[in-house]
């Protein structure tokens, strides 16, 4: 029970990675509000996970959204502690080809969304005495240049760069970190992959496989402990090795 009474709010947590991390959370004893776009997986969610004090159907890039949103977790929750900012989109398309309208739609879901729940949640911390933790789910793709991803790179390193500004700003009283995942085996992914280009992609990683999102939701528990009292301003990745290997080590 590493997060009992933590009071948490996760975007995206109706499925993968975030999903993991809300079924985690609930095991270590912490209250848990998941917010997820369609209404459809909010009343999956609920089914699955009966235990969470809140589910929200919302979308992260609508600002009068998260608004109502925060209001409704807040008073479910009692509070606020802990604030994962997960949810996140990507789409495969080479530079050239991308419409501008889908580039808006990546940077606002995936860098306007985290600035509206955050900036919310940073105001509340900051005005409590125990002040609190926010993450934020970037990715591997916010510091290496993954083909056919220019939009979805641009905004994981926009992410990066938010996360160190804040952690700066909001210190001493909330802490602010980020994880980059690597490859990690959810709908996101699977939803891209032939078996073929699955195979490939688990060759190119030094460990040969992907993350499972429950490795994740360990790294996301110390985060958002008073163990990792001290971490802030930080990246933790982890990708089994991948950003780390150069071309050669592929020989
Ligand atoms: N799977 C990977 O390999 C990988 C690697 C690095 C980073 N990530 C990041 O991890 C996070 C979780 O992704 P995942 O892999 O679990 O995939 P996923 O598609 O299962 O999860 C993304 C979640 O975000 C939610 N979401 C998307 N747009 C939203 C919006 N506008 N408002 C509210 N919610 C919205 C989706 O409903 C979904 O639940 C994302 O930020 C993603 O960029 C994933």
């Known amino acids: 029970m590493r997060l009992e009474n933590k009071r948490v709010i996760i975007t995206g947590g109706s ?12 095991e270590e004893g912490a209250r848990v509000a998941v917010w997820c776009r369609n209404p459809d997986n909010a009343k999956a969610v609920e089914t699955e996970l009966p235990a969470l004090a809140h589910v929200a159907a919302v979308d992260v890039a609508d600002p009068d959204g998260v608004d109502l949103a925060f209001a409704q977790s807040l008073e479910r929750l009692g509070g606020l502690d802990v604030l994962i900012c997960n949810a996140g989109i990507s789409l495969r398309r080479s530079f050239v080809d991308i419409p501008r309208e889908e580039f808006d739609r990546v940077m606002r879901v995936n860098v306007h969304g985290v600035f509206y729940v955050s900036q919310l949640a940073a105001r509340h911390m900051l005005a409590q005495e125990q002040g609190g933790a926010i993450l934020m789910t970037a990715s591997t793709s916010g510091v290496m240049a993954y083909r056919h991803y220019a939009d979805y790179n641009a905004s994981k ?22 994880v980059n995942p690597g490859y990690t085996m959810t709908p996101m992914q699977e939803a891209e992959y032939s078996p073929e280009m699955l195979a490939r992609v688990n060759g190119i990683i030094p460990m040969k496989r992907h993350a499972r999102p429950e490795e994740l939701a360990s790294l996301y528990v110390y985060l958002a402990s008073d163990e990792a ?16 290997a150069t071309g050669a080590a592929y020989l």
């Open 229 to 244: 009292a001290y971490a802030s301003g930080a990246v933790f990745t982890l990708d089994g090795a991948e950003s780390v």
């Open 157 to 178: 390193g926009a992410l990066l760069s938010l996360m160190r500004t804040m952690a700066v700003e909001l210190a001493p009283r909330v802490r602010v970190n980020a």
């Open 15 to 26: 499925t993968g990675i975030g999903a993991a991390v809300a079924s985690r959370f609930l």
